[in-house]
Every structure is written in structure tokens, then in C-alpha cells.
Nanobody
Framework: QVQLVESGGGLVPAGGSLRLSCAAS????????VGWFRQAPGSEREFVAA????????YYADSVKGRFTMSRDNARNTVYLQMNSLKPEDTAVYYC?????????????????WGQGTRVTVSS
């Protein structure tokens, strides 16, 4: 069982920045691919970013490409999502998720473990 705990959400004006963190409870964290997803009120959960086990390869949704950067520190069992140039449409609850079955994945149903989420609100 892997527990994931997100932090770093909050209220920020449009154009601002936030850095989300996701800390994992497992010492084998480097064997998991990790993704960030988000869910806005009344919307389905959507893919934001993913990173491979080594941290050398990342993937982004088109809506955040060039503004968000995902990274990981396997020594600290933590992944990060640096969010710059935030827009009101980025407002959502952000979840990190981990999976050990695929090299990488952008599909929520391929992730096994999920955090409780952290809320990001971007004011216009």
C-alpha cells in the first residue's frame, strides 16, 4: 500500500505561481510512475502531467504545456508540480497518483494509488 499526501495548494491571483508537492510513504517510490490529475467542480478528472520512474521523461496536457513543470526527487520520495502563469481555468482539486504497471500513463484508470487532493483556486 502506498500513501500519497499532496500539499501546496491555495488561492493565487491569475498570473501567479504555486508549487504542489506529493509525498509518498513507500521506500520503493522510484519504481512508480507518477501523475498529476485535476478535477474542477462539475467536471471529470483530467490528466495534467506525468513523470517516469527515473524522472527523465515527463508528459503534459496541452492546456498546461509551457506553464507547468513536473519533477521528482526519489531520494525524498516526493514529486512536485511547479505551476506558473496560472489562469482561472486552472482552478481545481489537484491529485497525485502512482502506478507500477506502465512505463508511463496519462489515463486515470491506470493509476493504483491516489492522494486526497489539494485545492488550487486562481482568482481573475
Amino acid at each position: 500500500q502506498v500513501q500519497l499526501v499532496e500539499s501546496g495548494g491555495g488561492l493565487v491571483p491569475a498570473g501567479g505561481s504555486l508549487r504542489l508537492s506529493c509525498a509518498a510513504s513507500t521506500r520503493t517510490f522510484s519504481t512508480y510512475g507518477v501523475g498529476w490529475f485535476r478535477q474542477a467542480p462539475g467536471s471529470e478528472r483530467e490528466f495534467v502531467a506525468a513523470i517516469r520512474r527515473s524522472g527523465l521523461t515527463t508528459y503534459y496536457a496541452d492546456s498546461v504545456k509551457g506553464r507547468f513543470t513536473m519533477s521528482r526527487d526519489n531520494a525524498r520520495n516526493t514529486v512536485y508540480l511547479q505551476m506558473n502563469s496560472l489562469k482561472p481555468e486552472d482552478t481545481a482539486v489537484y491529485y497525485c497518483a502512482a502506478q507500477a504497471s506502465y512505463t508511463d500513463s496519462t489515463l486515470a484508470n491506470e493509476y493504483t494509488y491516489w492522494g486526497q487532493g489539494t485545492r488550487v483556486t486562481v482568482s481573475s
